[in-house]
């Protein structure tokens, strides 16, 4: 069974997110979003509504689940067996970065970093940008999926 995780912190979860999730469901078997707890950051949505919109937008596929976890990822990988780590590149930094945390959890551990291209169309959005949008009151729907409203 090929499982894998695709940790973040999805604050909130945008469409680049949802479009590597949905392209990677014909790779694995099992794919567990994995939303990351950090108490040093400050989130613009709580946790429950992180899980919730992410919950929502993956509703209908029975390959995706969504959990929550504290610490390093690899070893939430040991702990649920699973055998990848799915990450999403947008540009060639965020490659640069990526790849040095592939490394470290191969060499850290025997899981293997499977790398995404985000589609063009969503390859400029970020949740940092969607959360900018929101703060400023724009129209982030179009940035989104339909789960994620801003109450």
Known sequence: M???IFPGSFDPI???HEDIIKRSIPLFDEIVIAIGINAEKKYMFSLEERKHFIE???KNEPKVSVITYEGLTIDLCHRI???FILRGLRNPADFEFEKAIAHTNRRL???ETVFLLTAARTSYIS???VRDVIRNGGQYEMLVPDAVRVK
Do not use: H, M, N, P
């Open 56 to 58: 929502e937008t993956f």
């Open 2 to 4: 090929r499982k894998a």
């Open 109 to 111: 551990s025997k899981i």
């Open 127 to 129: 949740s940092s940008i």
């Open 14 to 16: 945008t469409l680049g």
């Open 81 to 83: 067996k699973a055998d």
